[in-house]
């Protein structure tokens, strides 16, 4: 109980879940017991927004970034929240800081993606999605169930997106030695 990534994990299983308030409870065990782990306070920001509680989130985020400047993803997080809740000109100039710091260091597409979708920019969303496979972005495990990328999940384009970050089913062998394809469940 007392490994710092469990609680963190299971806010983050909840959220994919859609169980926003017992994901608020589950980050909020989580910063209790380990309040400088990045992880667990990211999460539980995300479940304050999904229940609702946006001023918290928006707080969780800031501090968040205040406690690992170094990790951009944190910044995007942060200013998709800002996107999605009114504060657009904020998220633009950090999606322009963001922008800036790639010409120095990593930044994950992933969640650059994310956060131009909450802009309302699907297009160049989905040309990061392509950019974060290409980079083997290791967030893409959850293009599937993040709750975050439900708008993307819901456009044509990312069926074969999806193809093409997961690959096509394998060949499987059925009874009598036929080979047949494997069903998608995802």
């Known amino acids: 109980p007392l490994c710092p990534v469990l609680l963190p994990t299971e806010t983050l299983v909840r959220l994919c879940r859609h169980e926003f308030d017992a994901a608020v409870l589950?980050?909020?065990?989580a910063i209790d017991l380990h309040p400088y782990q990045h992880l667990g306070r990211a999460y539980y920001a995300e479940a304050l927004e999904h229940a609702g509680r946006i001023d918290e989130?928006?707080?969780?985020?800031?501090?968040?970034?205040?406690?690992?400047p170094d990790l951009p993803w944190l910044r995007a997080l942060e200013a998709t929240c800002m996107a999605k809740h009114g504060r657009r000109s904020e998220a633009l100039a950090t999606?322009?800081?963001?922008?800036?710091?790639?010409?120095?260091?990593y930044v994950?597409?992933?969640?650059?993606?994310?956060?131009?979708?909450?802009?309302?920019?699907?297009?160049?969303?989905?040309?990061?999605?392509?950019?974060?496979?290409?980079?083997?972005?290791?967030?893409?495990?959850?293009l599937n169930v993040d709750v975050r990328g439900e708008g993307l999940r819901r456009d044509p384009r990312f069926k074969q997106l999806r193809r093409r970050v997961f690959g096509a089913p394998a060949p499987v062998s059925a009874p009598g030695g036929q080979i047949g394809q494997a069903v998608a469940t995802h």
């Open 95 to 105: 999606l322009d800081e963001l922008q800036h710091l790639r010409e120095r260091e």
């Open 26 to 29: 589950c980050g909020k065990s």
């Open 57 to 68: 989130a928006l707080a969780e985020l800031r501090l968040v970034c205040v406690m690992s």
């Open 108 to 142: 994950d597409a992933y969640f650059i993606a994310l956060l131009l979708e909450a802009l309302g920019r699907r297009d160049e969303a989905f040309a990061e999605l392509e950019r974060a496979r290409l980079e083997n972005s290791a967030t893409l495990f959850l």
